[in-house]
């Protein structure tokens, strides 16, 4: 122990903004079993956690990656983790489903006796399918809802079915109603929503995108946008992020790099959300920075705009050209410009 110790402490000296593995392991696991006695009512987490209705409440809520990596150790004695340090899960391991052990420099998680026996009882009932369509369904609805803004319920179905390999109806109905409490989504009249966004608000960006195409990724590229850490990269947007970083710091900002950040974050979601070509001079006065219209206009060229369904200017412009789109007239242009299509690409 003396031997990790000292490589825990070498690791800590690196500079890198990581803590030792001793330390995440305590800290993770005093945050999450407080966590769960709060969740449970009681101290007695031993006994809780035996209820098999409160293990199957906690692996329903689990993310998909967690449960994968439960459901890998209660299959076996351990599961042997590769790295040093532990991928950031939501809180595995404070829940006490696995507990983690560290031989010399390797780390292994064990699913306790009690656990894992009644993890094989309630693998013969029809948890696994439910737990399964729970996480499809989840994942797509926070995937739908970033792209789309708002989609109806009956085109979120035909989602699910074209790349989810799910259905809407009974059980994953169900399951959406339960998760739909407007943290990651609502449901509103028929309508996934975007959090915070009302039925109200979200009809303009429904009557904009009427008759233009939707964007539908592959199943892999589609489940990226359900990520609460994903986001798409630009250049020109990243180029500027860098070139704010620089100006903040030069102007003797100690959160030059956090300040950037939140510059060019804030204007992606800015963009993305518009229903019109909006003036940005407001929100340019909040970083101290001057405005620049011209360079919005050539980044939201990239963005995927609620209205336009998820596409970008760019793709339906090409689709425009190639005779493959007929944009309603009253709607606005694919192009970005902000004026309605028949007094900008549609009057050629």
């Known amino acids: 122990m003396d031997r990790m110790e000292e490589m ?23 945050e999450e079993l407080a966590r769960l006695r709060q969740l449970a009512g009681t101290d007695d987490l031993e006994s809780w956690l035996t209820d098999p209705k409160n293990l199957t409440m906690l692996l329903m809520a689990l993310p998909s990656a967690d449960f994968a990596l439960f459901s890998k150790a209660a299959e076996g004695p351990f599961l042997k983790e590769k790295q040093v340090f532990l991928p950031m899960h ?6 006490c ?4 052990y560290l031989v010399q420099e ?17 693998k013969k ?3 696994p399918e439910r737990k399964k369509l729970r996480d499809t369904v989840d994942a797509y609805a926070q995937a739908a ?16 079915r074209h790349r989810g390999n799910a259905k809407l109806d009974g059980m994953g109905r169900e399951l959406l109603d339960d998760l739909a409490d407007g943290t990651y989504y609502a449901i509103e009249d028929g309508l996934l929503l975007f959090p915070g966004l009302s039925a109200e608000e979200a ?4 009557d904009a995108a009427d008759g233009y195409p939707r964007y539908l990724p592959v199943h892999e590229k589609l489940l990226r946008y359900g990520d609460g850490d994903y986001y798409d990269v630009f250049h020109d947007l990243e180029m500027w992020r860098l070139e704010a970083e620089n100006q903040f ?25 518009e229903t019109e070509d909006e003036d940005h001079t407001a929100y340019f006065e909040q970083f101290g920075m001057e405005p620049d219209e011209e360079r919005v206009r050539g980044i939201k060229q990239q963005v995927r705009l609620w209205i336009l369904g998820g596409n970008t200017p760019q793709e339906l412009t090409e689709e425009y050209k190639a005779g493959r789109l007929k944009p309603p007239v009253n709607a606005p242009c694919f192009c970005g410009s902000g004026k309605k299509f028949k007094k900008c690409h549609g009057r050629s």
Request: glycine share 8%; no cysteine.
């Open 90 to 95: 939501s809180g595995i391991i404070g829940f």
């Open 203 to 206: 009809r303009p960006y429904l």
């Open 145 to 160: 809802v970033k792209l789309y803004g708002v989609l109806p319920l009956k085109e979120f179905d035909e989602m699910l």
């Open 97 to 100: 489903l696995l507990q983690p």
């Open 106 to 122: 390797e780390l292994y998680l064990v699913v306790p006796t009690e656990i894992r026996n009644l993890w094989r009882d309630l």
């Open 125 to 127: 009932t029809p948890f």
């Open 8 to 30: 825990n402490r070498r690791l800590a000296d690196t500079g890198e903004p990581v803590f030792a593995l001793g330390a995440i392991l305590k800290r993770r696991k005093e």
């Open 249 to 273: 710091r030069e102007a003797g900002d100690e959160d030059a790099e956090g300040k950037a950040t939140a510059f060019s974050d804030g204007l992606y979601f800015i963009l993305r959300m």
